[in-house]
């Protein structure tokens, strides 16, 4: 069984910022996540299921995100990853072609 989440980028109610809706495929469970710390904390607790091997995220956004709204999650995104290699000592995303 494949361990894939969808991670779908929204505006939030008041259409001033944005929020993710984060789905665990498996089981259908969903949760709104209003920032990248508590969407951090969310991908750790829906992992911690399936012993933290999540297999795939699938994102996608409405179309009506603003460009600005993406490029500061890719960047906070890029940060936590930065983050998670220098704890761990070894990249995140593994070179395939070795």
Not at 14 to 21: A, F
Not at 26 to 36: F, G, H, N, S, T
Not at 79 to 93: R, T, V
Request: one cysteine or more; proline letters at 2%.
């Amino acid at each position: 069984m494949a361990v894939i989440f969808e991670s779908h980028v929204k505006l939030n109610d008041e259409r001033t910022g944005w929020c993710i809706e984060l789905k665990d495929t498996v089981d259908d469970r969903v949760v709104i996540c209003a920032d990248l710390e508590e969407y951090e904390q969310q991908m750790q607790e829906l992992g911690d299921d399936y012993g933290g091997n999540i297999d795939e995220v699938k994102w996608s956004k409405d179309d009506d995100v603003p460009f600005h709204f993406m490029d500061e999650i890719r960047q906070g995104m890029a940060n936590i990853q930065a983050e998670i290699e220098e704890k761990i000592g070894e990249p995140l995303i593994k070179d395939e072609k070795k």
